[in-house]
């Protein structure tokens, strides 16, 4: 039987990334296709992107996916 | 195939006002009235609307046959009716979850409506006459029938005080409330997903 495990939260420091390249929200859905309501769910951390949205933006911003999404106090530099 | 079926959606689209207009005109006044008393004009609009009006409802049954059998024809019509919006990953997922939650609840309310045909119950106020002790009756009554027409008629002895057979929708008013019912819980759930996210 599978062993229930608690929810994990998982933080992202997209809207940092995106402050630090100076583009707007709606840049960043096109870029990485997805609207512009995704990107702020994201940002809010209300939504979990799918691995393969996780990739994208991690190639987008040209950097690590852990240095991007993390755990609580687990944020690599 | 899609171009058919767009075509079929314009007809159906364009020539609906024409089809109102043609009953809302059969209702003013009869066929006969309109070729006996009316000029060239009239007489040739009547009978073009007739035409046309007998025309789209056999394209609508057409059409329908289509939604039930074709599922890129059900997936591009009825897409707009749900309002469904994928455009990305989130939005599927939200249209998954309210597409659990109107599921779920359609279910509950098909059931709900199964009891209810398949259960009846009867209250019966016995005549003095009568060899009952007591003169309110509660009669339950439990029958499947497949065919509409074939339900047994259960005469009371006494006079009817509640009878839930009488409160009961008929299946065209089931299937409406199934369909708005099903709509509003999409919509809804949908509208409260995109908010919290």
């Known amino acids: 039987m599978p062993r229930i495990m608690s929810k994990l939260t998982i933080y992202n420091s997209i809207q940092e990334l995106r402050h630090a390249k100076s583009i707007t929200q709606q840049d960043l859905a096109d870029a990485v296709g997805v609207t512009r309501a995704t990107i702020v769910a994201l940002e809010k951390g209300n939504y979990n992107p799918s691995l393969e949205l996780v990739f994208r933006i991690a190639k987008f911003f040209k950097t690590d996916i852990e240095k991007i999404f993390y755990e609580k106090g687990a944020r690599r530099e | ?197």
Not at chain 2, 71 to 87: G, V
Not at chain 2, 96 to 107: D, F, H, P, V
Not at chain 2, 127 to 147: E, F, M, S, W, Y
């Open chain 2, 1 to 197: 195939m899609n171009k058919l079926i767009r075509f079929i959606q314009l007809y159906l689209l364009i020539g609906l006002p024409f089809v109102i207009a043609c009953m809302i005109w059969s209702n003013a006044r009869t066929e006969n009235e309109v070729l006996q008393s009316a000029g060239f004009f009239a007489k040739a609009s009547w009978e073009i609307l007739s035409w046309n009006l007998m025309l789209w409802f056999a394209v609508l049954i057409i059409f329908l046959v289509i939604l039930v059998v074709v599922p890129s024809a059900r997936e591009n019509t009825l897409r707009y009716l749900a309002n469904l919006k994928e455009r990305d990953e989130r939005e599927e997922y939200i249209t998954g979850k309210a597409a659990r939650a109107a599921y779920i609840s359609t279910l509950s309310l098909i059931i709900f409506f199964l009891f209810f045909s398949v259960f009846s119950l009867s209250v019966f106020f016995m005549p003095k006459d009568q060899l009952h002790k007591k003169r309110i009756t509660v009669a339950i009554h439990v029958g499947i029938n497949l065919l509409e027409g074939t339900k047994p008629e259960i005469i009371p002895q006494g006079e009817v005080l509640f009878a839930t057979k009488n409160i009961m929708p008929s299946s065209s008013s089931i299937l409406i409330i199934l369909l708005a019912w099903q709509l509003l819980i999409f919509n809804y759930t949908a509208r409260k997903e995109q908010k919290m996210s």
